[in-house]
């Protein structure tokens, strides 16, 4: 049995909402009571999960977005404001992943990743803040990872880069308190999506060990014995969106199966 966590009437705005977390996000953010704005460069899939929004009841739009580009962030405050009056709930979820060993890693793709996973949170929060303050509040929630918080080999580019994540969540709740704005994280394990498929490949084609071989591995690891799904996850960051964490900010919460605990 679901609980109803009572967002009438909020207006969220997801980024890389079109697929996995994003749209589990999405989609249950919209059946406890918003309006989702789903943000992706991938439109058609942004779309498609607009129309399963709708198909629930609630009032939705899908915007075509690179996170990194401020203009871009501008232009979807504007429209938010422009479509729904108000915008209550940035979920700063669009990210990428890629596996190299740090010394087969190019400055290119260094950089791509930072773009995307660090320069797209701050550059959504940026265009954010202003219309929160004025509105009176708001909510900013941030998807890190447990990588974030440990090592992972072949993904020392990526625990950057979510470890940058955690650090901006906990300054930035501390600048904006005063008004009114709660900004958190959460720290996904593993959780059985797309990007976790491709990581199995990824590490296959490097190991030579088979894919479902790898995938098991990894969830024999976690201690609850079995990989997150996308809406475990998205009751998470629901109910950071929800009055429930009214008085939560700066955290950067684990929902790792017992992996992570610090």
Not at 44 to 70: C, F, P, W
Not at 83 to 111: P, Q, V
Not at 166 to 172: K, Y
Not at 181 to 188: K, M, Q, T, W
Request: charged content about 20%; aromatic content about 6%; glycine content about 10%.
């Amino acid at each position: 049995m679901s609980v109803y966590l009572g967002l009438d009437n909020k207006v969220a705005v997801v980024t890389g909402g079109a697929t996995g977390i994003g749209r589990g996000i999405s989609l249950l953010l919209a059946e406890n009571g918003a309006d989702v704005v789903v943000c992706d460069m991938n439109f058609q899939g942004a779309q498609a999960v607009a129309r399963e929004i709708s198909a629930i009841g609630r009032k939705s739009l899908a915007i075509q977005m690179n996170v990194t580009s401020e203009e871009e962030a501008k232009q979807m405050v504007e429209t938010v404001d422009k479509e729904f009056g108000r915008l209550d709930i940035l979920y700063n979820n669009a990210g990428t992943l890629s596996m190299h060993l740090i010394e087969d890693l190019e400055m290119k793709d260094w950089e791509s990743i930072f773009a995307v996973n660090v320069t797209g949170v701050f550059v959504c929060s940026k265009a954010v803040i202003p219309y929160m303050r004025k509105q009176g509040g708001g909510r900013i929630i941030n998807t890190a990872s447990q990588a974030g918080k440990t090592g992972l080999t072949l993904l020392t580019h990526y625990c950057a880069t979510k470890a940058a994540v955690i650090g901006f969540t906990r300054g930035l709740a501390l600048e904006v308190a005063k008004d009114n704005i709660l900004v958190n994280c959460f720290c996904p394990g593993s959780v059985m999506t797309d990007m976790t498929r491709r990581e199995a490949k990824w590490a296959s084609e490097i190991s030579k060990k088979p894919e479902e071989e790898i995938l098991a591995e990894w969830e024999s690891a976690i201690p609850l014995g079995h990989y997150a799904s996308p809406t475990e996850v998205a009751q998470l960051a629901t109910f950071l969106a929800s009055d429930y964490a009214g008085y939560m900010t700066g955290q950067a919460v684990n929902i790792s199966g017992g992996q992570e605990m610090h």
